[in-house]
T-cell receptor, first 113, second 114 residues
């Protein structure tokens, strides 16, 4: 079945450094790849997304890249700040199956001040 | 809009009791999703509805779990009887039509079954 793998499970960086989280997906029909940030005690919140017809997208300190051939996509956070500390989830949406979204296992990011 | 609303925020119950979780999606959203989040299994999709009709319930763990959506503004997830292994955070999310539209999550219900 559909599967999304996410690495690493935990990431610790120094404030100001960059953080990279990588995901792979199994279904080549996937065409939408959102990234969610979940803070303690809250639900996941969309921070950026990318569609299959685009290779890269940037929004201030956050960027996502997509390699459809390799079925890889990545989240890049530059100039990390303590408030970036949270759990990040990648996801892939399988449009052909009726809008089902499969989430990765999550990456717990710690940004040390 | 107030966003997706879930109630209760916390629920503590004893094994064998019935538990009902409630969700009010964002007005105008025609897709509603129920997820369960645990440390061991991450974020799992349990069931989702389109225009109040269940589309895919393959993620519902067993017959003790049931979900309904009687109208466009209300959904319930019921566990009867509850078991300690059902302890988790349950999220409701909603979205508009289209495979590439954003899902908005509620704050979740933290369920503890003793």
């Amino acid at each position: 079945g559909e599967n999304v793998e996410q690495h690493p499970s935990t990431l610790s960086v120094q404030e100001g450094d960059s953080a990279v989280i990588k995901c792979t997906y199994s279904d080549s029909a996937s065409n939408y790849f959102p990234w969610y940030k979940q803070e303690l005690g809250k639900g996941p919140q969309l921070i950026i997304d990318i569609r299959s017809n685009v290779g890269e997208k940037k929004d201030q300190r956050i960027a996502v890249t997509l390699n459809k051939t390799a079925k890889h996509f990545s989240l890049h956070i530059t100039e990390t700040q303590p408030e970036d500390s949270a759990v990040y989830f990648c996801a892939a949406s399988f449009g052909g199956g009726g809008f089902k979204t499969i989430f990765g296992a999550g990456t717990r990011l710690f940004v040390k001040a | 809009d107030a966003g997706v609303i879930q109630s209760p925020r916390h629920e503590v119950t004893e094994m064998g009791q019935e538990v009902t979780l409630r969700c009010k999606p964002i007005s105008g959203h025609d897709y509603l999703f129920w997820y369960r989040q645990t440390m061991m299994r991450g974020l799992e999709l349990l069931i989702y509805f389109n225009n109040n009709v269940p589309i895919d319930d393959s993620g519902m763990p067993e017959d003790r779990f049931s979900a309904k959506m009687p109208n466009a503004s209300f959904s319930t997830l019921k566990i009867q009887p509850s078991e300690p292994r059902d302890s988790a955070v349950y999220f409701c999310a909603s979205r508009t039509s289209g495979a590439q539209s954003e899902q908005f999550f509620g704050p979740g219900t933290r369920l503890t079954v003793l």
